[in-house]
C-alpha cells in the first residue's frame, strides 16, 4: 500500500513511486478542512476526498512510466506524478 498526503494544499509526496505491471492500493489523506479532488487523466482516476477525511485508489498494473495527477479543484497548482518503475 502506498500513501499520498494533501495538507496545505500540497501533495506529500509530490513524487510517488510504484511498482510497474502491478495493481496497488493509494490512500489519499486529505489533511486540509476543505474537500480536494485526486484526479489522473493518465491512469483514468478520479475520486473526491473529503475535508480530514481518506480515501482507497486503486491503480494499475500499468507499464513502466510516469503519470500525472493532481488535486482537480486546484489543478493549476496541486500536482504531483506517479511513476512506475
Do not use: M
Request: aromatic share 8%.
Amino acid at each position: 500500500d502506498y500513501t499520498l498526503t494533501l495538507k496545505d494544499h500540497q501533495f506529500s509526496p509530490s513524487t510517488l513511486e510504484i511498482p510497474a505491471n502491478t495493481k496497488i492500493k493509494v490512500t489519499v489523506i486529505n489533511q486540509d478542512p476543505t474537500p480536494a479532488e485526486f484526479e489522473s487523466n493518465d491512469l483514468k482516476r478520479e475520486k473526491v476526498v473529503d475535508g480530514n477525511s481518506q480515501v482507497s485508489v486503486f491503480v494499475g498494473p500499468v507499464s513502466a512510466g510516469s503519470y500525472s495527477f493532481c488535486d482537480d479543484f486546484r489543478c493549476d497548482s496541486v500536482k504531483g506524478t506517479i511513476v512506475a518503475k
